[in-house]
């Protein structure tokens, strides 16, 4: 089964953090299951260890259709990237019935700690099979349909960057910082 991309696109936002330094950014991001639990509902994500994890998202409403991405992704800090590298591996599409395994999406993302700030980025697509029944909507149809999953996507990463991702970042980073100033005595 071949496959073709409806839509393709990317994001990027910067997460704001005064007086959050990149050492200690890092040092947060380096432990890709805190990382994923600040971003993401922790009841909706089971870890599977080795930074492997599957979510089921909330569901979409795209016209009659409830959407439910479930996918199955990686998180791993990279050295090179200097930051935390999340890739998806699989992903399945519940609630369009019979045509859900036609359709295919997948994202990478990386979170990369800066001083003050975490500038996180995404890229997303949207991939159809050839022998989809929907190949026989117009192509404009197909793509604007594409298109605003794509932005109900990022819609929502932002919300969760610039929400949860912060509030558990920078309760982090004032732990860490009491941390440092009453070290626990021996």
Known sequence: ?????????????????????????????????????????????????????????????????AIRPEVTFVADWSDSAQGLEIAFKDSQIHGLGAMQNAIRFECTALLAPQDECVEAQARAGIWLSSDSPLTALPSGVRRRLAEQALQLVFNRLERRCQGRLRRALQDWLEAEAKECTNPKKS
Do not use: H, W
């Open 1 to 65: 089964m071949s496959f073709a991309c409806l839509a393709e696109s990317s994001c990027k936002c910067t997460i704001v953090l005064n007086g959050g330094e990149k050492a200690a950014l890092r040092k947060f991001f380096r432990r890709p299951k805190r990382s994923m639990v600040a971003l993401l509902t922790r009841q909706r994500m089971d870890c599977k260890g080795d930074g492997r994890f599957i979510y089921a998202s909330r569901p979409f409403q795209i016209l009659r259709f």
